[in-house]
């Protein structure tokens, strides 16, 4: 499942290289702010629009109406049988009228309907907006998971040509069958099959987000969309989703129109108008004017007033009863709906552990047989292709199975259209290990009182904000083996306790190279210290840090590592890759970003983890092709920690507060030394514990800001040094 780099090529040529596809696929969430663009999210918006015109253009009539008449007569009056008058007259009229009583009631009654209908394409612009949402999530979904498809099926049809001489010189030398041989390679045909199904995928699912989105999208690497993890774990089958669900708030709506219904009223039959008037007449003949104001009250009671009081009554409350019982059965139905949705989410969860579980036992199955290969004779090259025909079906199992849980995704949008992941850098632990809830309340508890009284004298208007970014430090932790040994044991239990106590929320792991090769031959000793930390109430990144890795011929080493370890329980993968590390030449910057760009490309596209990066300050405003290399992080959804390693914490504010205000899209954590091997111009180190404790407690105050999720601390040895960073905590907290 490993793209190498001879299977990347075709997916991420066009990035970086020019301007149009930098960046290839914007991600889903940025998709989906343009739903409304799309023509039948216009269509149903117009509709709407339309509808509450007319009804406001209706309602118009329920006020005061001008009235006004001219008229000129010729008469010929007859005085008596001998004589007679002709003569020509003018008249002009006008006047206001108000309907009041029933001719109001009835024109109320009347726009009744409209409201209805107003009501419900209402309801209904927003389900289409939901609608679409989903189908964007499952469009997103395919393109993302035929790419890996695809990535998959050409890592595995690189090992074509060496297995195909193999077996036909064990065919011919008599030492496979025929049918074996077919088999063996029959395994080709399904990717490269694969490829060609994952390439229509991403194609058809292109045209679609395309249509729905109406932006000219020019496909390339698409990076991880939010998988429901948070979704799944905080479902519940109580009723308050009902109290903002758009189609039941637009029923309800309804039966509060039914309730205050016209025609239940006792003056609905009775028509009446009032009108206020002026009349004028002019005797052309004679010249004589005359004029008179008028004010009148009109009103007409049909003759079986009781009949039709009764007959109307009966049709309001049939009415009531309609639009009720409407909006209980609806309520039912769409409860019933979210009830399955649930369930469905815990089968695709196991479902998930289950693929992933299959794919961990494919890996190992394959490492076995691969050492066996190399030191065993006979038919150990076919077992070995049988593994790996076993680990593809798993892998491409685990591709489903992620898949089922987007879909399920975009079928939760009809309830709920909130992103269900937290963001990268903030994401909690992983959907098959849920922390422990209670042991990180306990600890946020006390890193919040820590930095309480730790900046009280000198900024009491920050402690609150500074307090809420203390309880997210994060820890390098480069020498992980007394972590991996020990974090199930006794000696681990007093190490996350002092942890907790210096406000470490986040642990990132490196492995050298012996623990990598163990960790990927048999991955278990990792799982269960990865388990035991979220047991602490502690999340766990990976931690890789190779700057070779940002040039493409050694970027396969990166991906190989990604694929061997997808199984742990990470929740992230953080990158420490430093292009100044491979050239420091200023001139040299901009192209080495652009590689690191395509690296962190590919990692989004393989990992199953939010990715996080290190790096200089400076990076950030490099121009990348048309783009600064923040705006880079920000389309691939990468979260930068800047490494400000400066003493002061002005200078430290100084570095990374410009950074934060100018890109507020990115979520920033700012990484500090303490490390022993540098100067105190750079780490914190050979300070007093009061005065590192009031620099750190400095520059977190001073940076709480929306987009600034905490600090990262840098020694030589974290785990070893916990006990000096509780202390170091304590001192604030007056212990």
């Known amino acids: 499942m490993t793209p190498t780099p001879r299977a990347l090529p075709s997916l991420i040529r066009a990035l970086l290289l020019a301007p149009a596809v930098a960046l290839g696929l914007p991600p889903l969430e940025q998709l989906e702010t343009r739903i409304e663009l799309s023509p039948a999210a216009q269509l149903a918006e117009r509709a709407y629009e339309s509808t509450r015109d007319s009804l406001s253009a209706s309602r118009i009539g329920l006020g005061v109406s001008a009235f006004g008449s001219v008229g000129y007569g010729h008469n010929h009056d007859i005085i008596d049988p001998q004589h007679s008058w002709t003569y020509n007259q003018g008249m002009a009229g006008g006047g206001l009228s108000v309907p009041v009583l029933g001719s109001r009631l ?119 969309p939010p998988l429901p ?28 129109l039914r309730e205050t219904n016209p025609r239940d009223n006792a003056l609905y039959p009775v028509q009446s108008n009032v009108q206020l008037g002026y009349q004028t007449r002019e005797d052309m003949p004679t010249g004589q004017h005359g004029g008179s104001a008028v004010l009148s009250w009109s009103f007409q009671v049909p003759v079986e007033y009781g009949s039709q009081r009764r007959l109307l009554a009966r049709a309001a409350a049939a009415q009531l009863s309609r639009a009720r019982l409407e909006y209980e059965i609806r309520r039912q139905e769409l409860r019933q709906q979210r009830r399955e949705l649930i369930a469905r989410a815990a089968v695709l969860e196991q479902s998930t552990q289950f693929a992933a579980a299959r794919l961990a036992a494919a890996d190992a199955a394959v490492q076995v047989r691969s050492l066996r290969a190399v030191k065993l004779e006979g038919d150990v090259a076919e077992q070995l292709q049988r593994a790996r025909i076993q680990h ?157 890795w940002i040039r493409p011929q050694q970027r396969g080493r990166l991906l ?69 290399f923040a705006e880079v992080l920000l389309k691939l959804r990468v979260s930068p920690t800047i490494m400000v390693y400066v003493a002061n914490p002005e200078r430290a504010v100084a570095i990374a507060e410009p950074l934060l205000g100018h890109y507020p899209q990115l979520s920033f954590s700012v990484a500090l030394s303490l490390e022993k091997s540098l100067g105190p111009q750079e780490s914190l180190w050979s300070y007093p514990e009061d005065e590192r404790r009031r620099r750190i407690a400095r520059v977190e105050t001073r940076l709480a800001a929306g987009n600034f999720s905490g600090l990262t601390l840098q020694l030589e040895d974290g785990w070893g040094d916990a006990s000096g960073l509780a202390r170091l905590a304590r001192l604030a907290s007056g212990e």
């Open 106 to 224: 009835q024109l109320e009654d009347s726009l009744s309907e409209q409201q209805v209908q107003l009501l419900q394409l209402d309801a209904r612009r927003e389900l289409q907006r939901r609608e679409l949402v989903a189908r964007l999530r499952k469009a997103y979904g395919d393109y993302w998971q035929g790419q890996r498809l695809e990535l998959l099926a050409r890592n595995y049809l690189q090992d074509e040509p060496t297995l195909g001489r193999v077996v036909e010189l064990r065919t011919r030398a008599g030492l496979l069958l025929d049918a074996d041989r077919l088999e063996l390679l029959s395994g080709f045909s399904l990717a490269r099959r694969d490829v060609a199904a994952g390439g229509a995928d991403r194609e058809v699912a292109l045209a679609l987000m395309r249509e729905l989105t109406g932006q000219a999208l020019d496909g390339g690497i698409a990076v991880r």
């Open 229 to 256: 993890t948070a979704c799944v774990r905080n479902l519940d089958a109580s009723d308050d989703w009902a109290d903002s669900d758009p189609e039941l708030v637009g029923l309800r709506k309804v039966v509060a």
């Open 392 to 548: 593809y079906g798993a892998a491409k199992a685990l591709v489903e199975a992620d898949r089922a849980l987007v879909y399920w995704y975009a079928d939760w949008a009809r309830f709920e259209m909130t992103a269900c992941q937290p963001a990268p850098g903030k994401a909690g632990p992983p959907l098959h290990e849920p922390a422990d809830v209670t042991a990180a309340q306990a600890a946020t508890a006390v890193r919040a009182a820590s930095l309480r009284a730790a900046t009280q004298a000198a900024d009491p208007a920050g402690v609150q904000a500074a307090t809420a970014v203390a309880a997210n430090r994060a820890l390098y932790l480069w020498r992980s083996a007394e972590w991996l040994n020990f974090a199930g044991s006794e000696p681990g239990e007093r190490k996350f306790g002092d942890l907790h106590s210096a406000g470490i929320a986040r642990l990132l792991i490196s492995l050298d190279a012996a623990q990598m090769r163990r960790a990927m031959a048999d991955p278990w000793p990792l799982v269960r210290a990865v388990r035991s930390t979220h047991e602490h109430g502690l999340r766990v990144e990976l931690l890789l840090g190779d700057p070779g």
């Open 560 to 628: 190989a590592i990604i694929a061997g370890l997808k199984s742990v329980p990470f929740d992230g993968l953080h990158l420490d890759l430093e292009p100044e590390q491979i050239d420091s030449a200023a001139d040299k910057l901009p192209a080495l970003l652009g590689m690191l760009a395509q690296t962190l490309a590919a990692a989004s596209a393989a990992s199953p983890w939010p990715l996080a990066l290190s790096l200089h300050p400076r990076d950030l405003d490099v121009r990348v092709g048309e783009s600064s």
